[in-house]
């Protein structure tokens, strides 16, 4: 960034005077800024100062003649999105600043602290991250845009389209006439290419629906072999067309959990569509359900191409296929089959993943839910609004262990954002600077082990409830890091299912 051309629209919102002039000539003294500054001494001062004009920062104190300023705050964030914030206070206050930080502050200062401060590189900093705040914002309405016109294409395209389907079925079935062989082909052809794009329609409107947060389900205790079961049978077709075996593994008694059938078949027939389609001719498609402990799980394996490792934790996004995201899997499809199923089986209270260790070797779905007893109540769920992303913070000091983990977490959703810290004292810096959503830690490191960490982070009140995942290969330090606080302990080698079904679980509970 070119400080030397850089102009900025400043206002200061502050009732005490001489507050106002010291800020202002603290910040007039940043070399290389050419800096217009305006003046408010209460609230509806500033207000009218931002109705005005734009403007490109606001300092705000935190007191003014009204009250409290997070109020005007929020006014100033839903008005003027674009200005950035930075709240001033008389005196160090944490949970205030971050209650101001969740409102859209950059930034909280002390007034003792702005003689010591040099404001050029803040101003700076504060310029890059209020561009990138700002092309989030656009990007987020190009993305509604997009969606919107998406949708309302793909409800132009159904009239017409039932259209063709209605005549279509009417030639097949023969209500309008007979046909000869090679006629009845061409219809058959028809008939399920239109078939094709009209569920391809359909997944674009309900992704709108789930994009949005509108999507509901009413779970009911069911028994997850006999969804499989139908949804192999349903697949016969498409299964003897690439004459394709069906390998089916399926426990006698029923596994029962609580799903919505009609949803979470579309999950079923995603996935084994799927394998249907990179499956080579005359290959084998693998399909297994059963129950370990308290989770049931389903394990679909193909025998194509597979996916390279590093785009997995892409897959689930919108629009994205492997055949998009390398070229490993040239096949069709617009990738919402994935991006859908991870929404509705995450609606489930489960977790889904795939797997492909090396090119050529196939790849393989995980689908895992939590058990239900066969007498369990219905329950209607909604699903969550999109939320900000939770921090995992990984505590390793062996880097092969840590891109392990970081493969295995990164692969369970997007919207989790992955910290590394190699030793204890790392891992507490980064606590302090931000507080993470869930910690995994070993307990064999250098200069302080994961226990001594452990019971640290348990002395101080803003890290005490953060969840604790630790691995070990010692049982008795498995023991031992339950005694001082630990949420979960698994011990090494760890299998995925169980680690990916863990860390699901503990990024549920609540950190504060």
Not at 453 to 477: C, K, N
Request: hydrophobic letters at 45%; proline letters at 5%; a negative charge.
């Amino acid at each position: 960034m070119n400080l030397a051309a850089e102009s900025l629209s400043v206002l200061i919102v502050e009732d005490d005077e001489k507050d106002r002039e010291d800020l202002k000539g603290r910040l007039l003294a940043a070399p290389n800024w050419a800096l217009a500054i305006g003046e408010a001494a209460d609230a509806e001062s500033a207000l009218e100062a931002l109705k005005n004009r734009s403007i490109d920062l606001v300092f705000l104190a935190r007191r003014l003649p009204s009250g409290e300023s997070l109020p005007l705050l929020d006014r100033i964030r839903q008005l003027h999105p674009k200005s950035a914030v930075i709240v001033t206070c008389a005196q160090p206050d944490t949970a205030w600043a971050v209650a101001a930080m969740k409102k859209g502050a950059l930034d909280c200062l002390v007034r003792a602290d702005l003689p010591r401060i040099d404001f050029g590189p803040i101003l700076g900093r504060l310029v890059e991250t209020r561009n990138l705040v700002n092309q989030n914002m656009e990007l987020r309405q190009v993305n509604q845009m997009k969606n919107e016109f998406i949708a309302n294409v793909s409800h132009e395209l159904r009239t017409p389209l039932t259209v063709v389907i209605g005549y279509a079925r009417s030639l097949q079935d023969g209500t309008i006439g007979d046909l000869s062989a090679q006629q009845k082909k061409a219809v058959d052809s028809i008939v399920s290419r239109s078939e094709e794009l009209l569920a391809t329609l359909n997944n674009i409107l309900r992704a709108r629906e789930v994009n949005a947060g509108r999507q509901l389900a009413t779970l009911k205790p069911t028994d997850l072999r006999e969804l499989w079961r139908v949804c192999a049978a349903k697949a016969a077709k498409d299964l003897e067309k690439k004459r394709l075996r069906l390998e089916l593994a399926l426990p006698r008694s029923p596994v029962w959990v609580m799903a919505d059938a009609a949803a979470f078949a579309d999950v079923c027939a995603n996935l084994l569509s799927n394998a249907v389609k990179f499956s080579p001719e005359d290959g084998a498609v693998q399909l297994a359900v059963g129950a370990s402990s308290d989770r049931a799980w389903a394990m679909l394996h193909d025998e194509g191409p597979g996916v390279p490792p590093e785009l997995l934790p892409r897959i689930f996004e919108d629009f994205s296929t492997a055949a998009t995201l390398g070229p490993t899997r040239q096949r069709g499809g617009l990738g919402l089959g994935l991006s859908l199923s991870r929404q509705i089986v995450e609606l489930h209270g489960g977790s889904i993943w795939l797997e492909s260790p090396e090119a050529g070797q196939g790849c393989t779905a995980h689908v895992s839910l939590p058990l239900a007893k066969p007498e369990a109540p219905e329950a209607v769920v909604a699903q969550a609004a999109p939320v900000e992303k939770k921090r995992v913070l990984i505590v390793e000091d062996n880097p092969d262990l840590i891109e392990i983990i970081r493969l295995f977490v990164s692969a369970i959703s997007e919207n989790l954002e992955l910290a590394t810290a190699h030793s204890g004292f790392e891992a507490l810096e980064s606590v302090q600077n931000q507080v993470p959503h869930l910690i995994i830690m070993d307990v064999m490191m250098p200069g302080m082990s994961g226990l001594e960490l452990l019971d640290r982070l348990r002395r101080v009140p803003e890290s005490s409830r953060i969840p604790v995942l630790v691995l070990t290969g010692y049982v008795d330090a498995a023991e031992r890091a339950r005694a001082a606080g630990a949420q979960a302990v698994i011990v090494k080698p760890f299998d995925r299912k169980v680690f990916v079904a863990k860390v699901m679980q503990l990024l549920q509970q609540k950190t504060a």
